[in-house]
């Protein structure tokens, strides 16, 4: 729920939305509790020019239609006002007079005439505070400088700070460590404060923070700190377990670091069904996915196919003119992918450049859009979406949603490199699927920190 900064405590507010909210999420209307929702004219005839897109902000306008016309059946006209269940009352905005923002380059333009209605509203009903909320960053910045309180979409968004939480580290005694290796678990120790899980849940700092299920683990001795020893914690057992990551390595690649070790055992767990990877460039997201999707479904045999893509094309965006079939199409976009591959199969058993073809004909790996993934039921399939940071919370829900009994979904992606411009580091989908599932059993976030890939990408990585 979206809650303002301004008025009285207790007063209901005037809540003006710009076109993204709906297009974010169509069911936005309804969560303002018991406030005054206003929809400028202009947002509807923005929503009505994508209305015929067959991606996922065509889908979500056509749901936004639907559901103002809904209302409008059953509550009246929505120029007065229609009543909402949630005690609040929703209404479409005209306003008497065209755009006339002192500061607007051109007065004709859609912003500024939404903005402008703002405006309007606030002067007609000067006793009601009105919030002007956007997912729009410039144009919070310029209703901030006119004078308008303006606030972003905060429904879905996630906590940044646990999302980017890695590790966590504890300093034990000797003994403890010893036992660890001896047994393989150990019991779990009280966990410091976590200020994070502190401000979500609306507790002081002071209190005890909580391990979250599956969450990678540092064992240091507390006389020694050269003496540590690498876990998982189990939540059911209240236990530090060892990791299962295999000393030779997956697919000719070993782990270089305790982050990428546990994303290995949380990859190859075949208990663990969703996990989330979040690192910047070169830290082996992709390619710890990939080595570990190989073993499970080659090697192993516990998935029947291995399903690979990336959001470059969200859910339902068309793949272009470029010429050819869909597989032609989809190389450009999917070249990192098999890029990846190359090295998989250059460093592993199986040699050659493009051992990975056979593969690709017999179906055990597949390449393709995720505009074919609604609809569908995935069983027993290993799916990695890449770069899933460019997804909206709805198109993850469409990817989760889609798999069937067996299924494996890695979600991997750097919320410091988002294209999206519907999206942004706390309310991408990648974000707040880790944030969301943080607490369930069968899911496990690990943060990668550490670049890999060459020690020029590294620095890169940190200075540029």
Request: a negative charge.
């Given at each position: 729920m ?17 076109t ?10 309804f ?10 004219i ?32 059953a ?13 609040g ?28 209605t703002a ?9 009601r ?13 310029r ?7 303006a ?36 019991a ?7 200020p994070?899980?502190?401000?979500a ?22 006389d020694?700190?050269?003496?540590t020893?690498?876990?998982?914690f ?56 990939l ?21 470059v ?19 450009p ?16 058993t199986?040699k ?10 017999s ?36 990817i ?7 299924t ?26 880790a944030?969301?599932f ?27």
């Amino acid at each position: 729920m979206l809650l303002a900064n301004s008025g009285t405590p207790g007063m209901k507010k005037n809540y003006v939305l710009d076109t993204n909210i709906l297009l974010h999420d169509p069911s936005a209307i309804f969560k303002f509790e018991d406030n005054h929702v206003i929809i400028p004219i202009y947002v509807i005839e923005e929503v009505d020019q994508f209305k015929r897109e067959g991606s996922e902000r065509g889908r979500n306008a056509r749901q936004v239609v639907r559901l103002l016309d809904d209302l409008r059946d059953a509550g009246g006209a929505l120029s007065k006002g229609v009543p909402l269940k949630s005690g609040g009352m929703l209404r479409v905005a005209v306003p008497p007079r065209t755009p006339e923002l002192p500061s607007a380059i051109d007065k004709s333009a859609m912003d500024n005439a939404i903005l402008q209605t703002a405006f309007d509203v606030r002067e007609e009903d000067g006793g009601r505070p009105t919030v002007f909320v956007t997912m729009d960053t410039n144009l919070r910045i310029r209703a901030d400088a006119l004078g308008m309180v303006a606030e972003t979409y905060e429904n879905q968004r996630a906590d940044a700070e646990r999302v980017e939480s890695g590790a966590r580290e504890f300093e034990v005694s000797a003994d403890q460590i010893d036992t660890f290796f001896q047994e393989g678990r150990v019991a779990a120790p009280v966990p410091p404060p976590d200020p994070s899980e502190a401000r979500a849940e609306g507790r002081s700092s002071s209190s005890n923070g909580q391990l979250s299920p599956n969450q990678c683990v540092l064992l240091r001795d507390r006389d020694n700190a050269q003496h540590t020893a690498l876990g998982r914690f189990d939540a059911a057992k209240k236990e530090i377990v060892a990791l299962r990551t295999p000393r030779e390595g997956v697919m000719g690649i070993r782990p270089r670091n305790k982050e990428q070790a546990h994303a290995l055992d949380l990859l190859l767990d075949e208990n663990i069904r969703l996990v989330t990877l979040v690192g910047k460039a070169g830290t082996g997201k992709t390619l710890l996915a990939l080595a570990a999707g190989l073993k499970r479904t080659l090697e192993d045999g516990m998935y029947t196919r291995m399903l690979v893509s990336r959001p470059v094309m969200p859910l339902g965006r068309d793949i272009g003119f470029l010429p050819g079939d869909v597989d032609e199409k989809l190389n450009p976009w999917m070249q990192p992918i098999f890029d990846n591959l190359e090295f998989l199969f250059a460093s592993g058993t199986r040699k050659g450049p493009r051992a990975y073809a056979e593969l690709l004909e017999s179906g055990q790996l597949q390449v393709e859009p995720l505009t074919y993934i609604r609809g569908r039921s995935l069983p027993a399939q290993y799916i990695i979406v890449d770069e899933a940071q460019n997804l909206t919370p709805h198109e993850v829900k469409t990817i989760i949603t889609r798999s069937g009994d067996g299924t494996k979904i890695v979600l991997t992606g750097d919320p410091g490199q988002i294209d999206n411009p519907y999206v942004d580091s706390a309310s991408n989908g990648l974000a707040v699927a880790a944030d969301r599932f943080r607490a369930e059993k069968l899911a496990g976030h690990i943060v990668l920190s550490k670049g890999e890939r060459s020690e020029l990408a590294e620095i890169a990585a940190n200075l540029l």
